[in-house]
């Protein structure tokens, strides 16, 4: 399912007064405030849903593809999900 599908769905479930305008504010919202939300505090939990959070990436020496050669990585950050128990609960 893609962004414009979800903001389909989405207009679906709140029912005929929500035009798919208002469903895709609410939806980048939404996205929005998690993803400052997880920068700011770097936890954001749903019960019954899942945790975002950021996960932090230690610098490393990698391999070069090409010519074998060793790479340093620079240590990163990225957002990480994980899914509750019960959001694979049927």
């Given at each position: 399912?893609?962004?414009?599908?979800?903001?389909?769905?989405?207009?679906?479930?709140?029912?005929?007064?929500?035009?798919?305008?208002?469903?895709?504010?609410?939806?980048?919202?939404?996205?929005?405030?998690?993803?400052?939300?997880?920068?700011?505090?770097?936890?954001?939990?749903?019960?019954?849903?899942?945790?975002?959070?950021?996960?932090?990436?230690?610098?490393?020496?990698?391999?070069?593809?090409?010519?074998?050669?060793?790479?340093?990585?620079?240590?990163?950050?990225?957002?990480?999900?994980r899914p509750s128990s019960?959001?694979?609960?049927?």
């Amino acid at each position: 399912m893609n962004k414009t599908q979800f903001i389909r769905e989405l207009q679906r479930e709140l029912g005929n007064d929500v035009t798919s305008r208002q469903a895709e504010h609410a939806l980048n919202a939404v996205l929005e405030t998690i993803a400052r939300a997880v920068r700011r505090r770097s936890l954001v939990k749903f019960r019954g849903f899942g945790t975002f959070r950021v996960k932090r990436r230690r610098a490393r020496i990698v391999r070069h593809p090409e010519n074998g050669g060793r790479l340093l990585v620079h240590e990163s950050k990225t957002m990480k999900f994980r899914p509750s128990s019960l959001l694979w609960k049927e």
